[in-house]
């Protein structure tokens, strides 16, 4: 149940819900005419709009979440574990694997398995993911189809299919690997507060953060009110409320 309001919370707290609530908040002022009231509320929904659609500010906050740790260009030696956590799927037997996983769970994927065909003596590679509120298959058996049409050996793959979000697979790992050293991959903006909840259950983990989306090198400053840049928005917003989160719960 705290899994499920906790999602559901989430929802309702990300940036662009937030300013569209504002903006209808503002046109029910507006039909009432209380036009002071309306024009504020209708002002500050678009100022929001506005800056969590402007691709060089929300990039440039992005990129401090995504460059908190370096990429791991060459996997360690002796690694024994590389630990891939879960993003999100949509089974459809009609596609190929590589459509029903979320771009996200694709890019860690391949990253982990990148890593893993760099070490002659091939580590287990850990995948995760419960199968979501409204899907019939958990999100784990999901990473194994595709890391199998990948070339990982099958003796090569452990599957943990109840994990339902990050802290869960942390306390997975620990029953699976113990205090051993292992290479943990996640989206760079998910890196911080992954390892917080990994290092709360007394692991190892080596960080190997993947799918950087901030794009500073060559910014657009001509580019607002763009869907792709409040997706970016929506992630840093909900890696705020996760850090805070963690700091409430004391982890």
């Known amino acids: 149940m705290d899994f499920i309001l906790k ?11 937030m300013a569209i609530l504002l903006f209808i908040f503002g046109l029910v002022l507006l039909y009432r005419n209380k036009l002071v009231k309306a024009k504020i509320a209708l002002t500050v929904s678009f100022i929001c709009l ?3 659609s402007y691709s060089p500010l929300v990039n440039s906050i992005l990129y401090q979440y995504e460059t908190a740790y370096p990429t791991l260009h060459t996997a360690p030696k002796n690694i024994e574990y590389i630990y891939v956590l879960g993003n999100a ?24 398995i990148r890593l893993y065909h760099q070490l002659n003596e091939k580590p ?5 993911g419960f199968s ?5 298959t958990p999100h784990a058996i999901m990473q194994k189809k595709l890391s ?6 099958k003796e090569k793959l452990h599957v943990e299919p109840t994990p339902r ?4 697979e942390a ?3 620990k029953k699976y690997i113990g205090n051993a050293p292992f290479i943990l991959v996640t989206s760079a903006s998910h890196m911080k507060r992954a390892l917080v909840f990994f290092k709360n259950e007394g692991l190892n983990p080596i960080p190997a953060p993947t799918n950087h989306l901030a794009d500073i090198k060559y910014p657009n400053y001509t580019k607002v009110f763009d869907a792709h840049t409040l997706y970016k928005a929506n992630i840093i917003w909900h890696e705020i409320l996760g850090l805070l989160w963690q700091k409430i719960k004391g982890i």
């Open 124 to 128: 287990t590679i850990i995948v995760s």
């Open 132 to 136: 979501g509120l409204f899907d019939p």
């Open 165 to 168: 979000d990050t802290q869960e």
């Open 148 to 153: 199998l049409a990948l070339g990982v050996k």
């Open 7 to 17: 999602k559901i919370v989430t929802m309702f707290v990300m940036p662009f819900p």
């Open 89 to 112: 799927h949509h089974t459809d037997t009609t596609l190929p694997i590589t459509s029903q996983l979320s771009e996200a769970a694709s890019i860690r994927l391949n990253e982990g």
């Open 50 to 52: 506005f800056l969590i």
């Open 171 to 173: 306390i997975a790992a």
